[in-house]
């Protein structure tokens, strides 16, 4: 079974860096895309960031510039750098991965989450 574990999260000062990590282990053959998203209080959760196997990468509007995505495939990881964080992305981050898993012995399609880390920007 694939699972995914996040650590990284914390609280932060508006304005501060913080930098999120998702290592995924199981009997993987391969990781497809991986992407970091985000649940405020009250909202739906939405994408902030993806990365494909080839490196292509995808911002939300809100954290172009801001945020950066890159992934380490011999370990597995995804990262999530935060720069110039602001109150709005307080949230609760999570990572989700997708590719192709040996399960019960036969290979399958996985898409999985992590459990979430909380992220907290004071004003």
């Known amino acids: 079974q694939v699972q995914l574990a996040e650590s990284g999260g914390g609280l932060v000062q508006a304005g501060g860096p913080l930098r999120l990590s998702c290592a995924a282990s199981?009997?993987?053959?391969?990781?497809?895309?991986m992407g970091w998203y985000r649940q405020a209080p009250g909202k739906q959760r939405e994408l902030v960031a993806s990365?494909?196997?080839?490196?292509?990468?995808n911002y939300a509007d809100s954290v172009k510039g801001r945020f950066t995505i890159s992934r380490d495939n011999a370990k597995k990881t995804v990262y999530l750098q935060m720069n110039s964080l602001k109150p709005e992305d307080t949230a609760v981050y999570y990572c989700?991965?997708?590719?192709?898993?040996?399960?019960?012995?036969?290979?399958?399609?996985?898409?999985?989450w992590g459990q979430g880390t909380q992220v907290t920007v004071s004003s």
């Open positions: 990365i494909t196997s080839s490196s292509s990468t």
């Open positions: 199981g009997s993987i053959l391969s990781i497809n895309a």
């Open positions: 989700n991965a997708e590719g192709l898993a040996y399960q019960g012995g036969v290979l399958r399609n996985y898409d999985v």
